[in-house]
């Protein structure tokens, strides 16, 4: 392995060469969190030579869109040999293995035992659910050290509110941990209107939170801030033959959809099918009312895996001849609402609040409970289905269609 410089910024600094026990990186988008977190992943495969090291992010989508390509920059970055083994998530180097794995299911962070943890994106999951994933995680991170070094367990997040990592470092303080924030203005390799662009788009609190790096309260008030029953009415509806968007969240019971209609670029929410038994009852009566129209559906992913009658939720819709969009996924619960709400307030998503009453409340009704929108008010399920759709319809990559 060559000697390599490599140029970082401030708090990128702090935070590798930190050796508390426990070391957190939060800061905003762009600050250089990830690169951080990888590079000082790397450094200490390198420093516990033949010593397993793991790095987690929240799903297999992080991994093998982020994770597997940092990695791979790194390596070849210092010349070091190494094999990616994707299906176990494990790259393999002179120096032993640098372990991945997801936080999506705690109870699979088994099996294997390192000398250094990494964490990223902490804040994205619920706190009751990162409390878990810590555990698992700090009982991994178990491999005795030579010359009495402790087993370090390092975080790097955006802050998301009062979540965990609020809870970690500040309310349970110790002189085993260490904080160190990072701002989305301290990176001078950020394309030049890319913080512009963010401002335009956040909230006062947002700004602090995504490029500030600092802990605010993300969850007062309603989820759909920026939804107004005036200002993003439309008495539009669906008209002959015109094709049909439809965002759909499966549940038992309580299958929700909203139709959609896109006209020079804007969207409009034109109407609602609220608490349909199941998914087959529910796209009997989207055919019926759509019955001579292209439909597009834009559902919850998990819907490719549930189990309905013998049939995924997915191939019931494909036999009413409807066209899926869908990413492998869910979007987090964060980008999803900001997206409906950045719609809202650029006026480019509008609710027919005559055809879409149940629609209309919860956008107006529905709160934050525990730093997450409320499931328990009964408003979430017709949100998550529009949320979909608008998302969906943001994205500028290609889903699979089906």
Known sequence: MQEKTIEVLKHQRAFLNSEFRHTGLIGGFGSG?????????????????????????????????IA?????????????????????????????????????????????????????????????????????????????LPDGKINQLDFVSTPEGFKFLYDFFVLNKSEQKHLIKGKTYDNPFLPDD?????????????????????FVNLTSGTVYIEFDRKLNHSDVV?????VIHIGMDFN?????????????????AVSEFINEYDTFSLASKIRKVYENHKVVIYPDASGN??????????????????????PSK????????????????????????????TYSEALERQTYKNGEPDKQSGFDHVTEAGGYFVINSDKKISYKIT
């Open 33 to 65: 969190k990830t690169f951080a977190g990888v590079l000082k992943t790397v450094k200490k495969k390198i420093e516990l030579k033949g010593i397993d090291v793991a790095y987690y992010l929240p799903t297999y989508s992080l991994i093998k869109d």
């Open 68 to 144: 597997f390509s940092e990695f791979s920059n790194i390596l070849n970055l210092f010349q070091i040999p190494y094999t990616l083994n994707r299906t176990d998530k494990e790259f393999q180097t002179p120096y032993g293995r640098i372990i991945m794995r997801t936080m999506d299911n705690p109870d699979l962070i088994v099996g294997y035992e390192v000398g250094y943890s990494l964490i990223d994106e902490a804040d994205v999951l619920p706190k009751e659910k990162m409390r878990d994933v810590f555990s698992k995680v700090l009982s991994r991170n178990r491999k005795k």
């Open 194 to 214: 890319y913080v512009l662009a963010l401002e335009d788009e956040y909230t006062p609190q947002q700004i602090e939170a995504y490029l500030n790096g600092e």
């Open 238 to 242: 669906a008209e002959p033959n015109e």
């Open 252 to 268: 038992i019971t309580k299958m929700n959809a909203v139709a959609h209609v896109v006209r020079n670029g804007l969207k409009y």
């Open 305 to 326: 895996a549930r189990n309905t009658s013998g049939k995924s939720d997915h191939q019931i819709l494909r036999d009413f001849k409807f066209t899926i969009v869908a």
């Open 330 to 357: 869910n979007p987090f619960v964060r980008d999803r609402v900001n997206s409906v709400n950045r719609n809202f307030r650029d006026k480019t998503y509008f609710v027919n609040t005559y055809n879409c009453p």
